[in-house]
Protein backbone atom coordinates (compact mmCIF):
# COMPACT_ATOMS: atom_id res chain seq x y z
CA UNK A 1 0.00 0.00 0.00
CA UNK A 2 1.07 3.45 -0.51
CA UNK A 3 0.55 6.36 1.76
CA UNK A 4 0.23 9.87 1.19
CA UNK A 5 0.25 12.11 4.28
CA UNK A 6 -0.76 16.12 4.10
CA UNK A 7 -2.10 18.91 6.27
CA UNK A 8 1.12 19.64 8.12
CA UNK A 9 2.12 23.29 8.80
CA UNK A 10 3.08 25.91 10.90
CA UNK A 11 0.15 26.69 13.96
CA UNK A 12 0.35 28.49 17.49
CA UNK A 13 -0.16 26.94 20.44
CA UNK A 14 -3.03 25.74 21.79
CA UNK A 15 -4.35 25.96 17.67
CA UNK A 16 -5.41 23.11 15.56
CA UNK A 17 -4.73 21.13 12.73
CA UNK A 18 -6.54 18.42 10.79
CA UNK A 19 -3.91 15.52 9.14
CA UNK A 20 -5.20 13.25 5.95
CA UNK A 21 -3.54 10.09 5.01
CA UNK A 22 -4.51 9.14 1.67
CA UNK A 23 -4.03 5.03 0.96
CA UNK A 24 -3.68 3.49 -2.32
CA UNK A 25 -2.83 -0.12 -3.67
CA UNK A 26 -4.55 -2.50 -1.57
CA UNK A 27 -7.70 -2.81 0.15
CA UNK A 28 -7.34 0.01 2.39
CA UNK A 29 -10.65 -1.01 4.95
CA UNK A 30 -9.78 -4.42 5.85
CA UNK A 31 -6.29 -3.21 7.63
CA UNK A 32 -5.71 -1.17 11.22
CA UNK A 33 -4.32 2.34 10.54
CA UNK A 34 -2.17 4.28 12.85
CA UNK A 35 0.12 7.54 13.45
CA UNK A 36 3.28 7.92 14.11
CA UNK A 37 5.72 10.81 15.11
CA UNK A 38 9.34 11.52 15.41
CA UNK A 39 10.56 15.22 17.00
CA UNK A 40 14.12 16.48 16.73
CA UNK A 41 16.47 14.03 18.44
CA UNK A 42 13.78 11.59 19.31
CA UNK A 43 12.88 8.17 18.79
CA UNK A 44 9.57 7.89 16.56
CA UNK A 45 6.28 7.43 18.84
CA UNK A 46 2.91 6.28 18.50
CA UNK A 47 0.16 8.86 18.64
CA UNK A 48 -3.21 7.20 17.79
CA UNK A 49 -4.44 3.92 15.72
CA UNK A 50 -7.64 2.65 14.85
CA UNK A 51 -9.07 -0.42 13.78
CA UNK A 52 -10.42 -1.53 10.21
CA UNK A 53 -13.86 -1.22 11.02
CA UNK A 54 -13.44 2.38 13.00
CA UNK A 55 -15.19 0.61 16.01
CA UNK A 56 -11.82 1.14 18.37
CA UNK A 57 -9.64 3.79 18.81
CA UNK A 58 -6.45 4.02 20.37
CA UNK A 59 -4.33 6.95 21.55
CA UNK A 60 -0.71 8.00 23.57
CA UNK A 61 -1.53 9.31 26.74
CA UNK A 62 -0.01 13.03 26.02
CA UNK A 63 -2.73 13.41 23.34
CA UNK A 64 -5.59 11.92 25.15
CA UNK A 65 -8.48 14.43 24.96
CA UNK A 66 -6.86 16.79 22.36
CA UNK A 67 -6.74 14.39 18.84
CA UNK A 68 -9.06 12.18 17.23
CA UNK A 69 -8.41 10.01 14.77
CA UNK A 70 -10.88 8.96 12.18
CA UNK A 71 -11.31 7.27 8.65
CA UNK A 72 -13.22 6.88 5.68
CA UNK A 73 -13.18 3.77 3.94
CA UNK A 74 -14.96 4.92 1.14
CA UNK A 75 -11.97 7.69 0.30
CA UNK A 76 -9.27 5.61 1.60
CA UNK A 77 -8.64 8.03 4.11
CA UNK A 78 -7.24 8.42 7.02
CA UNK A 79 -7.23 11.34 9.57
CA UNK A 80 -5.81 13.36 12.49
CA UNK A 81 -7.45 15.95 14.15
CA UNK A 82 -5.44 17.80 16.18
CA UNK A 83 -6.35 20.21 18.75
CA UNK A 84 -5.01 22.47 21.98
CA UNK A 85 -1.81 21.70 20.22
CA UNK A 86 1.11 21.85 22.06
CA UNK A 87 5.23 23.76 21.54
CA UNK A 88 5.74 19.52 22.41
CA UNK A 89 3.57 18.34 19.82
CA UNK A 90 6.43 19.65 17.36
CA UNK A 91 7.24 16.46 15.01
CA UNK A 92 7.10 14.95 11.65
CA UNK A 93 3.35 12.80 11.51
CA UNK A 94 3.30 9.26 9.55
CA UNK A 95 0.98 7.14 9.04
CA UNK A 96 1.25 3.85 8.79
CA UNK A 97 -1.15 0.69 7.55
CA UNK A 98 -1.45 -2.04 9.83
CA UNK A 99 0.38 -5.83 9.47
CA UNK A 100 -2.80 -7.82 11.12
CA UNK A 101 -1.13 -7.97 14.80
CA UNK A 102 -1.12 -5.07 17.22
CA UNK A 103 -2.53 -1.74 17.22
CA UNK A 104 0.21 0.42 19.43
CA UNK A 105 3.76 -0.85 18.06
CA UNK A 106 5.66 0.55 14.98
CA UNK A 107 6.10 -3.87 13.95
CA UNK A 108 2.22 -3.96 13.84
CA UNK A 109 2.59 -1.63 10.92
CA UNK A 110 3.48 -2.47 7.71
CA UNK A 111 4.07 0.19 5.18
CA UNK A 112 4.64 3.99 6.02
CA UNK A 113 4.06 7.14 4.46
CA UNK A 114 6.65 9.90 3.93
CA UNK A 115 5.69 12.07 6.57
CA UNK A 116 4.19 15.86 7.16
CA UNK A 117 5.69 18.36 9.45
CA UNK A 118 3.79 19.84 12.48
CA UNK A 119 5.24 22.74 13.38
CA UNK A 120 3.81 24.68 16.57
CA UNK A 121 4.92 27.96 18.04
CA UNK A 122 4.70 29.05 21.50
Known amino acids: VQLQASGGGLVQAGGSLRLSCAAS????????MGWFRQAPGKEREFVAA????????YYADSVKGRFTISRDNTKNTVYLQMNSLKSEDTAVYYC????????????????WGQGTQVTVSS
Open 96 to 111: AAGNGLGHTREADFGS
Open 50 to 57: ITWSGSST
Open 25 to 32: GRTFGAYA
